[in-house]
Every structure is written in C-alpha cells, then in structure tokens.
C-alpha cells in the first residue's frame, strides 16, 4: 500500500500585494503535474462506501473522476476527458462549482484522508479538470459527440430564472430531450454568479462560457423578462407544459436601525450588483458609478460579507468588518476570511450596530455599536449574541449591511395558488412541486439563502421529478 501523504498540494495564489489593485482571480489553479500530485493523495474508497459522494450534494463519483486523472496519467489529455465525463453525470457546472463550493463543509469535510491529515483538495481538483478541458479543446469535443445524442420528444419546460438552480434544470431537461426556454429579469444570465460573487472569486468569462454550453444543448435564454410583469404566469402555464422556479433570494434583509436610510448606506445586494454586474469598478467605460468612501463599514460574518469587503478594498478604502460574534462563529469560508484578513481587512467581533450616525447633509459620518457577549447556543448551533449595553462610537462614511437576504415577494405576488411560508419561501413537496401542478421550484426560492451547489443539486432533482411527472401525464 502507497504510504500516506497528510499535507495537500497547495494551489498557487497571487500575492495579496499585487491582488488588491484589480479584480483579476486570486487563485490560479493547479497545473497537470500538481494535481496529479494531489491526486496521488486519494485513497479510491469504493464507490458505494465512499463518505465524499454522500457528501456531495449533487452526488459527483469523486474517486471515480479522481481515479481517472491517475490512471492515464501519461495521457493528460484522457485523464481530463474520462474525469469530465464523469463530473458531466452529475454536474454541469464544474468550473463554478469548484470555485465557489464550500467543499469543506461538504464531500472534503468527510474526506477519509482528513481523519489524519489534510482532506483531499477536490475542489481545486475539479475545477482543474474543467479548466483544462476547455483551455484544450476537450470539453468541445465532448458536447460535439453529445448533443447529437439528443432524442427531442416534442415537450416544452419554461424555467424562471437564470442562477444556478434554474441552470443546471434547464441542462438536465435539455439532455433529456426538452425543448427549455429560461426566462431572466435582468440584462445577463446568470443570478448569484453574476451579480453576487465578485470577479476575483469568480471570473465572469467563466460563467459565460458555461452559458455558452447550455445553449448548445438547445437551452434558450431570453434576459430582461419579468415573469408576471412582462410575461403573466398563466401565459407561460399555456404555452409550456411544466415550469420550474428559481427565483433566488435576491431580497436583502435590513433590520430597521435608527438611522439606516442615510446616504452611504447600501445593502449588500445592491453594493456587488453595481460592482459585479454593472462593473461600477470600471467607471467611467462602464456608466454605472458605485460611491465607496475612505472608510467603510461591512456589518456581517458570511461570505457574502468577505466578498462586500473584499470589492471595497479594491475600491481604495479602508475597510472593516463588523460581527456581533466572533471569528469561530463566522459562516464564511475558512479561505475567503484567510483572504481578507491577507489583503488588509480589519476585523472587530463582538459589536452590533445601535443607530447609523448622520451630518447636517444627511450622509453617513458614524456608527454606534454596541457591545456583545456570548451566551447559550441557538437554532443555528452558534452561540447566540447578548447585548452588554455598553457602547462605542466609530466613524465610517459608508456601510454595507451584509445580514442576508430572503425571496423576493413580487413574483409570488403575481403567482395565484403558490403557496409560500412566513419567510417568503415557496413550499414544495418532496419532488419539489409546489402547490400547483406542473409547477416545481428550487434553489434559493424554496431554501432562503443557501449555497450554489445546494440550489444545483436542487436543479438537477427537480428535472428528474419533471420528466417523471410529465412521462406519467402522457
């Protein structure tokens, strides 16, 4: 038996120095050579034992792709061509997935290896695979020998919206032979990929290559659509045979703090908007202006928060993040908080916003924070945050509220019989139908705001329950 090695190739990543002055993308990914080396590390745990594929919420053979890269690995262009393959079965998307999944809290977080040592880098190590198989002309191959496969079989699915839910459906349908149309209220497709996750996390070339796939499975995408403005949802409901919902959850919360509609006060949503989708970054080429101060505020503790941070400091400010707990209790990413903290964020735990702070002109001068203290675990397993009473004054002339967001309510409005929860959720069944028929919904729009890989493995779910639904009403 190959002796044991505990500690993971690493993936080169630009210094911090040089990566705040642009949105250019931190980590640069593996090379064949250093992938294969960390390849070596997996130990091929049996398919129907292996704790990673459980672990993954799309259910990617990870051994198998993994086994791939090592059996051929003479040949780098067949190693990359059988792992694609393999990836392709479950998911579409692995370029994205293996930037932006939180693959620790998932399959790397029950890896085998990581009971002794470090767990296998299989992010890194997919998004390597998808990387190279572009850069090489093998992902074109692949679709090439696909999409003729295709047996068309004269049905029509509508999906509404275009992030990562209503993709991967749409991608799912289409293989099956569904003729899909996804409709998309903004300008670009893409949801939280586009206008959510900055440049430097995720190259927007990326995602619009992956795009560029779904239409050559024969997924047409129509942008600025409205579902239930420009297009009724009963329209849609007669001229489709079923619909899939992937609205998101594009609604940001904003507790109503005294003082919190000042100038300088942006949600987070709004904020990377402008910076991602917009490219307020590039102003005045791209005429969307984005007004980041000298000092800025980012309240939150998420990765949402890191990304708000992060496009701040490359904006020229001096930038802190402010959470009511402390470092352990953050929901972010061990590597986005490595981030920031390596570019020069500053952090201070343990304080909640009290009242924004205005001038005679209404713009943001200052925030009063008040103190917390740690008490008695909550619902979400964290301890929960008590006010001391105590409280401290710091300037800041620009905030970013990071506290998370919710579903919008417009659609549902526009939406007879959907049933939804006090959240704003919609309520689907354990095929993801909602309460009407032939309507199924996912991502997001069902789960609140949760991860890119929950809302595909939702996608993909949701195809499935449409194509049985539909064979069975035929």
């Known amino acids: 038996m190959p002796k044991l090695i505990k500690e993971r190739v690493p993936t080169p990543e630009r210094p911090p120095e040089e990566r705040v002055k642009d949105f250019k993308e931190v980590n640069l990914g593996y090379t064949w050579e250093l992938a294969l080396k960390e390849a070596e590390r997996c130990l091929q745990c049996p398919k129907d034992y292996a704790p990673c594929i459980k ?82 002309g093998i992902e074109e191959e692949l679709l090439m020998e696909e999409v003729p496969k295709i047996q068309k079989n004269g049905k029509k699915v509508a999906v509404i919206g275009a992030g990562p839910a209503g993709l991967t459906c749409a991608a799912e349908l289409a293989k099956m032979g569904y003729e899909v149309t996804i409709f998309e209220a903004l300008h670009k497709p893409g949801g939280v990929l586009i206008y959510g996750i900055p440049e430097f996390r995720l190259p927007k070339e990326i995602v619009e290559r992956e795009l560029a796939k779904l239409k050559e499975l024969g997924v047409k995408i129509e942008t600025n659509v409205l579902v239930g403005k420009t ?8 001229e489709f045979d079923a619909i899939f919902i992937g609205t998101g959850a594009g609604t940001p919360k904003i507790f109503p703090w005294p003082g919190v509609n000042l100038n300088g006060i942006y949600s987070a949503n709004e904020f990377l908007t402008r910076v991602n989708l917009m490219k307020a970054y590039e102003f005045p080429e791209y005429d969307t202006p984005i007004k980041v101060g000298k000092k800025v505020a980012v309240i939150g503790g998420g990765n949402t928060a890191m990304d708000a941070a992060r496009s701040a400091l490359r904006l020229g400010a001096e930038v802190w993040i402010l959470y009511r707990r402390t470092r352990k209790e953050m929901t972010a990413r061990e590597e986005e908080i490595k981030h920031a903290e390596e570019e020069g964020v500053k952090f201070m735990f343990l304080v909640s916003p009290k009242r924004f702070i205005g001038d005679e002109n209404g713009n943001l001068k200052a925030i009063e924070l008040e103190k917390m203290k740690l008490g008695e675990p909550d619902e979400s397993g964290r301890r929960r945050p008590i006010p001391t009473g105590e409280t401290i004054i710091m300037e800041f002339d620009t905030a970013i509220i990071a506290i998370g967001q919710t579903p919008n309510k417009i659609f549902y409005q526009s939406v007879p019989g959907l049933k939804v929860d006090k959240w704003g959720r919609i309520v689907v069944d354990e095929n993801l139908m909602t309460s009407i028929p032939g309507v199924f919904a996912g991502g997001d729009a069902i789960r609140g705001e949760a991860t890119v890989i929950l809302a595909m493995g939702d996608g993909r779910k949701a195809a499935k329950a449409i194509h049985e639904y539909l064979s069975s009403s035929s």
């Open 55 to 136: 672990g993954c919420p799309v259910n990617i053979d990870i051994p198998g792709f993994i086994g791939a890269l090592r059996k051929y690995r003479d040949d780098p262009d067949k190693a990359v061509r059988e792992a694609l393959k393999i990836i392709w079965a479950c998911n579409s998307l692995p370029a994205i997935t293996g930037r932006v999944c939180p693959q620790e809290e998932q399959c790397e977080g029950v890896c085998v290896v990581g009971k002794v040592g470090d767990p296998i880098n299989i992010g890194k190590l997919e998004r390597f695979v998808a990387d190279y198989a572009r850069e090489h």
């Open 231 to 238: 297009i009724t949802f009963e329209e849609l409901r007669g």
